[in-house]
């Protein structure tokens, strides 16, 4: 199903999106976009929708064609103190304030948003997938802070977060238990250990 292009055609609409919230290290980001509203590209959709090359062709495209755009983050100390959430919508407020012009309309994806002044706002659930302003910052968002994990992980190779970008995968999971914990990860976060499965072989009665 196509993207649509706007909510509204009164005002100028901003599509909001973080990325990383989720990671066991590095910051959350965020990204704030106003496109066109004749902006169509055939392969905008949520980022995790999009595979990897696609993503930076794309961000290219958007940072050429939108209006205004702006990424920012909130790192892991700020995210300890918080919280996750609170941080999330602080990176958001952050790509908001650096807009210019500033919209008059704010298209935040997922169900709760901690208003940024008097700027009305509509979350919408899986708006990523929904609106292309919203696609076009989960782009931005993701590519941004997927290009400042590699850049750590130049830092601490042990963890290998060029490939799992902070996420909790078994591989950084199992980093965690050798290595301990960086000052990149998120103390707050509460980052288990892998389970070890045993599998007992021929064993008979």
Same mark, same amino acid.
């Given at each position: 199903m196509a993207l649509k292009k706007y909510? &509204? $055609? &009164? %005002? %100028? #609409? =901003? @599509?909001? $999106? #973080? =990325? @990383?919230? @989720?990671c066991y290290a590095g910051p959350v980001f965020a990204a704030a976009v106003i496109l066109p509203r004749n902006f169509r590209h055939p392969l905008l959709n949520d980022s995790k929708q999009v595979k990897e090359d696609q993503r930076y062709m794309l961000r290219e495209v958007i940072e050429k064609k939108a209006i205004a755009y702006s990424v920012a983050s909130v790192c892991e100390e700020e995210i300890d103190r918080i919280n996750i959430l609170q941080a999330s919508w602080l990176a958001m407020h952050r790509a908001i304030e650096a807009l210019h012009p500033t919209p008059g309309l704010l298209l935040i994806d997922g169900n709760m948003f901690r208003p940024y002044g008097s700027l009305p706002y509509h979350c919408i659930v899986k708006g990523d997938a929904t609106y292309t302003s919203i696609a076009a910052a989960s782009i931005l968002a993701k590519t941004y802070r997927d290009d400042h994990m590699i850049r750590l992980h130049e830092q601490f190779p042990s963890y290998n977060w060029k490939q799992n970008k902070g996420y909790g995968t078994p591989e950084h999971r199992i980093a965690i238990e050798s290595h301990g914990l960086c000052s990149y990860h998120r103390r707050s976060f509460n980052i288990l250990p892998v389970q070890k499965e045993f599998c007992f072989e021929g064993l008979s009665s």
């Open positions: 909510y &509204q $055609d &009164q %005002l %100028l #609409e =901003a @599509g909001c $999106d #973080e =990325a @990383g919230r @989720g």
